[in-house]
């Protein structure tokens, strides 16, 4: 499966935007999808993950209650809506796929990746 993500731009800290990730093929609906994120001069970071048929979500501890994931498999499409953005929120975000039902916090596990979608958040 090919991602694309998309959505990413400049905003002020409280702001909102909410990114996509498109995903080519008709098997979308097979694997759970996850949000990760890296900053300038860091390791790449998990955000969010949602499970590929039950919608079983969870997040990493510095986005819960801002962040949700979504997915709406007739459009082969998973979410992040990013709600009280803060400057610490700022990286290239990326989307993966993953072949278990569940997901996961690893980003070693996840097999496909789209190419990232930056997020600036101003102060």
């Known amino acids: 499966v090919q991602l694309q993500a998309s959505g990413g731009g400049l905003v002020q800290a409280g702001g909102s935007l909410r990114l996509s990730c498109a995903a080519s093929g008709r098997t979308f609906s097979r694997y759970a999808m996850g949000w990760f994120r890296q900053a300038p001069g860091k390791e790449r970071e998990f955000v969010a993950a949602i499970s590929r048929s039950h919608g079983n979500t969870y997040y990493a501890d510095s986005v819960k209650g801002r962040f949700t994931i979504s997915r709406d498999n007739a459009k082969n499409t998973a979410y992040l809506q990013m709600n009280s953005l803060k400057p610490e929120d700022t990286a290239v975000y990326y989307c993966?796929?993953?072949?278990?039902?569940?997901?996961?916090?690893?980003?070693?596990?996840?097999?496909?990746w789209g190419q990232g979608t930056e997020v600036t958040v101003s102060s």
């Open positions: 993966a796929a993953d072949i278990s039902d569940t997901g996961t916090e690893v980003a070693g596990q996840y097999y496909y």
